[in-house]
């Protein structure tokens, strides 16, 4: 990895579960010159984690390390304009992902270097992160050399939060954004991997939690774990196969951010999505079941959009069809189940 020789300004904005677990990891770097800023939505919020400690609501018993600054004044934290190293990172839901670049530029900010962390598609149209980011840059002349990635990949954020070991790709066009990225997140136990397989990666984060559902539902009716070897198998047939479509790299869904955050998400304890299958199959409405989650799952959000992707471009995707109709109620999960089982032979 290129060294890069100069302070970094690393500000993160949401402080959720994810946001907090990449900014504690950050200020545990060697790199005791680099500035790492947390930015609650409120200032309440501010004052609370600052007293704390800690964030108690969603990354309890995880101290927050001394060198890290929380704060939600955006224009002290954006005051120098085109900062050449200062790397803004979003760790919104995707639902807040417009709105916040909206913000950040009608305010007259334009950092340089753009990263985020959410995973999912528009559930009204279908568009992918870096499509709904374009836009909004569009509206701003001042952000034509604005660079952008996603970081994402197979990862809980309590994990993180604790230091255990972690494996994370950044998707981006931009080299100096890759490294850059790296040099923020590239060390103790996280390993930071580069590619320029934008949606590649975004596809992967967003079908990986539609399919998570699928298994939760497999699991949760005791089908066995051939059943769930199948599903996680199959079910990266489709997202490979929408993905090559929409022109990404098929190498793609066989790394991090395919193969890697499946498995993650679909078999680990940790994983809403999974949870949302699990209940399904006990028989709970799905309204009971996100009222008791008390987070986002992003699996319910994007799962009609993904499907219609699928439908435009003429893709197969049988599991995701058979979770789509289980949370719209056309089926429950055990007819989902048998319709998936009953469709005729063909050639993997």
């Keep these: 990895m290129e060294a890069i020789t100069t302070p970094m300004k690393i500000t993160i904005i949401g402080a959720g579960s994810w946001g907090t677990a990449m900014a504690t990891h950050a200020a545990k770097s060697s790199a005791h010159t680099n500035q790492i800023t947390l930015c609650p939505r409120l200032e309440v919020q501010a004052q609370v984690l600052r007293a704390d400690g800690e964030n108690k609501r969603y990354l309890p018993d995880v101290a927050l390390p ?78 034509k050399n ?35 990225t790296q040099h923020a997140f590239h060390h103790d136990n996280m390993r930071i991997y580069a590619t320029d397989d934008v949606i590649g990666v975004e596809l992967g984060g967003a079908i990986k939690n539609i399919l998570a559902i699928a298994t939760g539902i497999a699991d949760g009716l005791h089908l066995g774990l051939n059943a769930r070897a199948a599903l996680i198998t199959r079910g990266m ?23 890697g955050d499946l498995i993650l ?40 959009a993904v499907l219609e992707l699928a439908n435009t471009h003429q893709v197969d995707m049988p599991i995701v069809q058979a979770v ?25």
């Excluded at 954020?157 to 494996?167: H, L, S, T, Y």
């Excluded at 993905?243 to 098929?250: D, F, H, R, Y």
């Excluded at 679909?266 to 409405?285: F, I, K, W, Y």
């Excluded at 949370?327 to 050639?347: F, G, T, W, Y």
Aim: aromatic share 6%; charged share 15%; net charge negative.
């Design 66 to 143: 001394k060198n890290l600054k929380i704060d939600t004044c955006w224009q002290d934290i954006f005051a120098m304009p085109n900062e050449p190293n200062h790397l803004l990172v979003i760790a919104t839901p995707f639902s807040g992902l417009k709105d916040i670049a909206q913000d950040i530029l009608a305010l007259g900010h334009f950092p340089k270097y753009w990263v985020w962390l959410c995973k999912g598609i528009d559930p009204d149209n279908g568009k992918l992160s870096h499509e709904i980011l374009t836009e909004v840059f569009l509206q701003y002349p001042q952000s």
């Design 146 to 180: 604005i660079s952008v990635g996603i970081l994402s990949g197979p990862s809980f954020a309590i994990e993180v939060a604790k230091g255990m070991p972690c494996a994370l790709t950044i998707a981006s066009s931009s080299q100096e954004l890759c490294l850059m």
């Design 237 to 259: 047939a489709e997202m490979t196969r929408l993905g090559i479509a929409l022109g990404a790299q098929p190498e793609t869904f066989a790394g991090l951010t395919g193969l």
């Design 265 to 304: 998400t679909a078999t680990g304890d940790l994983s809403r999505n999974r949870r949302v299958g699990l209940a399904l199959a006990q028989g709970q409405s799905l309204q009971e079941i996100l009222n008791g989650l008390g987070h986002v799952a992003e699996g319910v959000r994007c799962a009609n």
């Design 324 to 348: 789509v109709k289980v949370l719209n109620q056309k089926l429950n999960p055990q007819q989902a189940v048998a319709e998936i089982m009953s469709r005729d032979p063909k050639q993997e």
